[in-house]
């Protein structure tokens, strides 16, 4: 007799205990998500950063490729006007030239570093949450008390003398 007022309960205590666990495992993947962005967000912004600066290298680099070629052209141009403007005329072409170059290769250098940070960051997110679902999904398997509460809330019959098993495939029905 004193077992079955045991019985009766434990399955509340149990469905307590277990909706506490679950709210748990909400909770760290939640906080496991939430790093996950963080940590994404971070690397992109580290990209960016990264893309900005190697931009400002090439413009500057391009800047002082058309300052060479300038002085150059000033070195070598005779006296004459005609020629020094045509001499002018071409280093501004070519710097023009240069100018494009560089900002297309600061376009490239842009366009895939950030995406290729953002990718990592994606991946090493993803392991991160993968990693804490797996931790915290995969809990110890329902005791036979869980069991039998959860066979109570289902409306089984007989669950008190079913083993954890039946109980089992009973559930998954």
Same mark, same amino acid.
């Given at each position: 007799?004193?077992?079955?007022?045991?019985?009766?309960?434990?399955?509340?205590?149990?469905?307590?205990?277990?909706?506490?666990?679950?709210?748990?495992?909400?909770?760290?993947?939640?906080?496991?998500?939430?790093?996950?962005i963080e940590a994404a967000?971070?690397?992109?912004?580290?990209?960016?950063?990264?893309?900005?600066?190697?931009?400002?290298?090439?413009?500057?680099?391009?800047?002082?490729?058309?300052?060479?070629?300038?002085?150059?052209?000033?070195?070598?141009?005779?006296?004459?006007?005609? +020629?020094?403007?045509?001499?002018?005329?071409?280093?501004?072409?070519?710097?023009?030239?240069?100018?494009?170059?560089?900002?297309?290769?600061?376009?490239?250098?842009?366009?895939?570093?950030?995406?290729?940070?953002?990718?990592?960051?994606?991946?090493?997110?993803?392991?991160?949450?993968?990693?804490?679902?797996?931790? +915290?999904?995969?809990?110890?398997?329902?005791?036979l008390l869980e069991l039998?509460?959860?066979?109570?809330?289902?409306?089984?019959?007989?669950?008190?003398?079913?083993?954890?098993?039946?109980?089992?495939?009973?559930?998954?029905?």
């Amino acid at each position: 007799m004193a077992e079955k007022k045991s019985k009766k309960s434990t399955p509340a205590a149990t469905k307590k205990s277990a909706s506490k666990a679950s709210k748990n495992i909400e909770k760290k993947l939640e906080l496991a998500a939430k790093e996950a962005i963080e940590a994404a967000e971070k690397a992109v912004k580290k990209a960016r950063k990264a893309a900005k600066a190697s931009t400002k290298d090439v413009r500057k680099k391009a800047k002082d490729v058309a300052h060479d070629l300038e002085s150059v052209v000033k070195r070598s141009a005779p006296s004459t006007t005609s +020629s020094l403007g045509q001499a002018r005329d071409e280093a501004v072409a070519a710097t023009k030239s240069a100018v494009a170059a560089s900002k297309q290769a600061a376009a490239n250098v842009a366009a895939t570093k950030p995406a290729a940070a953002a990718k990592t960051a994606t991946a090493t997110a993803a392991k991160l949450v993968s990693a804490t679902a797996t931790k +915290s999904a995969t809990p110890k398997p329902p005791t036979l008390l869980e069991l039998r509460a959860q066979a109570k809330a289902k409306g089984i019959t007989g669950y008190s003398r079913m083993s954890r098993a039946i109980l089992v495939e009973r559930l998954k029905d």
